[in-house]
């Protein structure tokens, strides 16, 4: 793509025929790893001449004296006929290696025909994002090392007050002290010389062990790896800039297309993984706005799509349902609406291992804090359970596992093979390489998938792009795993690139669920990541009439804002005032909705006129809500769930009755009638289980307009979170 970025400079867009190289790295590179030139496996245009070809091929280092690069001289002065031998060969060379590789069939050799056509079409796509590069606030660059510097002692002083003492952070001898002597973590990564490391490795281990309510059972080792992400930004992508960033404030990054997943990364600098604090830095060149948009569960949604579980599938057809939640429905037996948080808290590390093939012995340390054998038979239970209700995701991974052991590769629903060697897995060791090619098998299959869809995706928006002769006015700036962030020019209103980067990005396939994503705006990367418009929002911004587009984004960003706030005031209020509703318990997601509609709202009073106030509600229909709530008092039942273990909810009690959505400082109203006090009274003061938590309830009673409060320690029940 090399060749796609220098007729850029010229205004012209390749329509690249055929990659060679991305050819060989889907064939024949699956088994050699590369071209052996010296002690180094190697994958470009000279060795592969030498090696298919057995030709000899000139050096651009033959044309100075040196090294090519450590003199003045550049191809755009090297005289006629330099250029003569030199790139008429390479030409000749690269034509020669295709024919070669299409007499051999290598594509149909290597399965690799659908795969191929993906990536050679996303080949300048990427040199496209290259070309233009990513744009630095460079002239508060400044700023951004001392806010750095700042979190740099913040974290630091936290450290200190749990070692007690001073240190620097940056000692490996005053770090080992600090982790196993002083503090008594354990430690089960060594150095090559048999100390006790305080390596990444070492640190990751670490912050793997959880106290049973999910915090870091060993804190300090969490703050350090902080320190360590944070000072890497400084030293990273603070210094490339120094050194590699324009004096207008542009930066190239590099990108590597195509890892072992299909996935790609960034280097020089590495802008995946940069947090709120340094994305506020990256902002569009002048006369250019800011989107971002963020595949949203991508991993889950394409799992539960190859993986033919129609009941998941259905499930992710509603864009505000939680998967999480979801999940620990299934794993517990909880109905969706009743999962506490202590529970989805749970099912969560357990959603995130499961594609990556986690083992019961590190799954029931992840889920419960250590590695034990009561943990690891709790998580082969969670296994089984989770299995059980998803009988069709089980069958996929088992599946996978049996592609890779016939074949020693699997491959995605789009072709994409992941080839596995159990030696080289195992560094010698070929149960250890089995037992990791056991992991890898389902994991590829959901990651290769991921990394087809959001090439292909990124294909179709650069092709439409280039339709409505967009092209150096909308650019693909930054890659990061699925999310894109784009510079979009200010003569093109948001609703346009919208619409046509949805219909390019969601791509439809047959009996799959939608595959949504999250889409913002603003004047730097982190507003618009952090936007996350709803898919409804989305939906609405794109089909509703407009105004004359001026170019202000940031009197469009409040617009946005202020019309995210009336779809979920307007949403919720569907929803309180539906009489289907009444006398259930509240959905956990609509309330979420709600609190978030508070929130942004500014209302914060605990008052339950002010949530009619904010969700207006006219006095009409509040007597109508009333009048027409079941004349039996609420139904307080008392339901066994789990007795072990008692370190989350073993019991909690169901209350059938419309809940007003107002919390403020651990409050929550209940609106109903009169008689629910005193049986939420009775069932609390007669509960002998487990006692987790505190729980303030306040009950409104609209006849007499009096509220009455109960501060008990229970379990509290889903509604009354």
Same mark, same amino acid.
């Given at each position: 793509?090399?060749?796609?970025?220098?007729?850029?400079?010229?205004?012209?867009?390749?329509?690249?025929?055929?990659?060679?190289?991305?050819?060989?790295?889907?064939?024949?590179?699956?088994?050699?790893?590369?071209?052996?030139?010296?002690?180094?496996?190697?994958?470009?245009?000279?060795?592969?001449?030498?090696?298919?070809?057995?030709?000899?091929?000139?050096?651009?280092?033959?044309?100075?004296?040196?090294?090519?690069?450590?003199?003045?001289?550049?191809?755009?002065?090297?005289?006629?006929?330099?250029?003569?031998?030199?790139?008429?060969?390479?030409?000749?060379?690269?034509?020669?290696?295709?024919?070669?590789?299409?007499?051999?069939?290598?594509?149909?050799?290597?399965?690799?025909?659908?795969?191929?056509?993906?990536?050679?079409?996303?080949?300048?796509?990427?040199?496209?994002?290259?070309?233009?590069?990513?744009?630095?606030?460079?002239?508060?660059?400044?700023?951004?090392?001392?806010?750095?510097?700042?979190?740099?002692?913040?974290?630091?002083?936290?450290?200190?007050?749990?070692?007690?003492?001073?240190?620097?952070?940056?000692?490996?001898? =005053?770090?080992?002290?600090?982790?196993?002597?002083?503090?008594?973590?354990?430690?089960?990564?060594?150095?090559?010389?048999?100390?006790?490391?305080?390596?990444?490795?070492?640190?990751?281990?670490?912050?793997?062990?959880?106290?049973?309510?999910?915090?870091?059972?060993?804190?300090?080792?969490?703050?350090?790896?902080?320190?360590?992400?944070?000072?890497?930004?400084?030293?990273?992508?603070?210094?490339?800039?120094?050194?590699?960033?324009?004096?207008?404030?542009?930066?190239?990054?590099?990108?590597?297309?195509?890892?072992?997943?299909?996935?790609?990364?960034?280097?020089?600098?590495?802008?995946?993984?940069?947090?709120?604090?340094?994305?506020?830095?990256?902002?569009?060149?002048?006369?250019?706005?800011?989107?971002?948009?963020?595949?949203?569960?991508?991993?889950?949604?394409?799992?539960?799509?190859?993986?033919?579980?129609?009941?998941?599938?259905?499930?992710?057809?509603?864009?505000?349902?939680?998967?999480?939640?979801?999940?620990?429905?299934?794993?517990?037996?909880?109905?969706?609406?009743?999962?506490?948080?202590?529970?989805?808290?749970?099912?969560?590390?357990?959603?995130?291992?499961?594609?990556?093939?986690?083992?019961?012995?590190?799954?029931?340390?992840?889920?419960?804090?250590?590695?034990?054998?009561?943990?690891?038979?709790?998580?082969?239970?969670?296994?089984?359970?989770?299995?059980?209700?998803?009988?069709?995701?089980?069958?996929?991974?088992?599946?996978?596992?049996?592609?890779?052991?016939?074949?020693?590769?699997?491959?995605?629903?789009?072709?994409?093979?992941?080839?596995?060697?159990?030696?080289?897995?195992?560094?010698?060791?070929?149960?250890?390489?089995?037992?990791?090619?056991?992991?890898?098998?389902?994991?590829?299959?959901?990651?290769?998938?991921?990394?087809?869809?959001?090439?292909?995706?990124?294909?179709?928006?650069?092709?439409?792009?280039?339709?409505?002769?967009?092209?150096?006015?909308?650019?693909?700036?930054?890659?990061?795993?699925?999310?894109?962030?784009?510079?979009?020019?200010?003569?093109?209103?948001?609703?346009?690139?919208?619409?046509?980067?949805?219909?390019?990005?969601?791509?439809?396939?047959?009996?799959?669920?939608?595959?949504?994503?999250?889409?913002?705006?603003?004047?730097?990367?982190?507003?618009?990541?952090?936007?996350?418009?709803?898919?409804?929002?989305?939906?609405?911004?794109?089909?509703?009439?407009?105004?004359?587009?001026?170019?202000?984004?940031?009197?469009?960003?409040?617009?946005?804002?202020?019309?995210?706030?009336?779809?979920?005031? =307007?949403?919720?209020?569907?929803?309180?005032?539906?009489?289907?509703?009444?006398?259930?318990?509240?959905?956990?997601?609509?309330?979420?909705?709600?609190?978030?509609?508070?929130?942004?709202?500014?209302?914060?009073?605990?008052?339950?006129?002010?949530?009619?106030?904010?969700?207006?509600? =006219?006095?009409?229909?509040?007597?109508?809500?009333?009048?027409?709530?079941?004349?039996?008092?609420?139904?307080?039942?008392?339901?066994?769930?789990?007795?072990?273990?008692?370190?989350?909810?073993?019991?909690?009690?169901?209350?059938?009755?419309?809940?007003?959505?107002?919390?403020?400082?651990?409050?929550?109203?209940?609106?109903?009638?009169?008689?629910?006090?005193?049986?939420?009274?009775?069932?609390?003061?007669?509960?002998?289980?487990?006692?987790?938590?505190?729980?303030?309830?306040?009950?409104?009673?609209?006849?007499?307009?009096?509220?009455?409060?109960?501060?008990?320690?229970?379990?509290?029940?889903?509604?009354?979170?």
């Amino acid at each position: 793509y090399f060749d796609a970025k220098v007729m850029l400079i010229y205004g012209i867009v390749c329509n690249i025929f055929a990659d060679v190289l991305t050819m060989y790295r889907l064939t024949y590179a699956n088994i050699t790893g590369g071209v052996q030139v010296g002690n180094r496996l190697v994958m470009n245009l000279k060795a592969l001449t030498k090696e298919y070809l057995h030709r000899d091929s000139l050096e651009l280092n033959m044309f100075v004296p040196g090294k090519w690069g450590e003199s003045a001289m550049t191809f755009q002065y090297m005289p006629y006929e330099s250029v003569r031998l030199y790139a008429c060969a390479d030409t000749d060379n690269t034509l020669a290696l295709y024919n070669l590789f299409m007499d051999k069939r290598a594509l149909e050799e290597f399965g690799a025909t659908q795969t191929f056509k993906i990536e050679n079409a996303f080949t300048p796509v990427l040199a496209y994002s290259e070309f233009y590069g990513i744009h630095v606030d460079s002239e508060n660059i400044d700023r951004l090392e001392v806010e750095i510097a700042q979190e740099e002692e913040t974290l630091k002083q936290q450290m200190v007050e749990i070692a007690g003492r001073d240190f620097n952070p940056r000692s490996s001898r =005053d770090l080992a002290s600090i982790l196993y002597e002083e503090l008594g973590y354990p430690c089960k990564v060594m150095t090559e010389k048999g100390a006790k490391s305080t390596s990444k490795e070492a640190i990751k281990d670490l912050k793997s062990y959880k106290n049973p309510d999910g915090s870091s059972k060993y804190p300090f080792a969490d703050l350090l790896q902080q320190f360590r992400d944070i000072s890497n930004i400084r030293s990273g992508l603070i210094k490339s800039f120094r050194e590699n960033g324009t004096p207008d404030g542009y930066m190239f990054t590099k990108i590597e297309p195509m890892l072992a997943t299909g996935r790609m990364s960034t280097s020089n600098p590495n802008i995946q993984g940069m947090s709120g604090t340094v994305k506020k830095y990256f902002t569009p060149r002048e006369g250019y706005y800011m989107m971002n948009f963020d595949f949203s569960s991508i991993e889950y949604r394409i799992l539960a799509c190859v993986g033919g579980e129609p009941d998941l599938i259905e499930f992710f057809k509603d864009p505000i349902r939680d998967y999480h939640r979801r999940q620990a429905s299934v794993l517990f037996g909880v109905p969706y609406e009743e999962v506490t948080p202590d529970l989805r808290k749970i099912a969560k590390p357990f959603n995130f291992a499961l594609p990556y093939g986690k083992g019961d012995r590190n799954l029931g340390k992840d889920l419960f804090g250590e590695v034990s054998e009561e943990n690891t038979r709790k998580a082969a239970d969670l296994r089984k359970k989770y299995f059980a209700g998803q009988p069709h995701i089980e069958k996929f991974f088992d599946q996978a596992k049996k592609e890779a052991r016939e074949n020693n590769y699997v491959a995605t629903f789009f072709g994409r093979r992941r080839y596995f060697d159990p030696v080289k897995l195992g560094n010698g060791n070929i149960q250890a390489g089995y037992a990791a090619m056991m992991r890898q098998a389902g994991n590829h299959k959901i990651q290769g998938c991921a990394a087809d869809l959001y090439k292909s995706g990124m294909t179709n928006l650069f092709q439409a792009m280039r339709h409505k002769d967009w092209l150096g006015k909308v650019l693909l700036t930054a890659f990061v795993h699925d999310e894109c962030n784009i510079e979009v020019h200010n003569s093109i209103a948001p609703w346009e690139i919208l619409e046509v980067a949805l219909g390019s990005i969601m791509i439809e396939i047959d009996n799959w669920c939608p595959l949504y994503v999250g889409v913002g705006f603003g004047t730097n990367w982190k507003q618009a990541k952090s936007m996350d418009l709803p898919v409804k929002v989305q939906r609405q911004l794109v089909d509703e009439e407009h105004e004359p587009w001026d170019g202000n984004i940031n009197k469009y960003v409040d617009y946005i804002e202020a019309k995210r706030l009336q779809y979920l005031i =307007d949403f919720v209020t569907d929803y309180v005032t539906d009489s289907n509703s009444w006398g259930k318990i509240i959905d956990p997601d609509v309330k979420s909705m709600a609190f978030e509609a508070l929130e942004r709202s500014g209302e914060t009073e605990e008052s339950l006129d002010k949530f009619y106030e904010v969700f207006k509600l =006219d006095p009409e229909l509040k007597e109508k809500i009333l009048t027409e709530l079941p004349d039996k008092p609420a139904t307080v039942e008392v339901k066994k769930v789990q007795e072990e273990p008692s370190s989350y909810v073993s019991m909690w009690d169901r209350l059938e009755a419309v809940g007003v959505l107002v919390q403020d400082s651990g409050m929550i109203w209940l609106l109903y009638d009169e008689g629910v006090f005193d049986e939420i009274t009775e069932v609390i003061n007669n509960y002998q289980g487990t006692q987790l938590a505190t729980l303030q309830v306040g009950v409104y009673y609209p006849n007499t307009k009096e509220t009455r409060t109960l501060d008990k320690e229970y379990i509290p029940p889903a509604l009354v979170r």
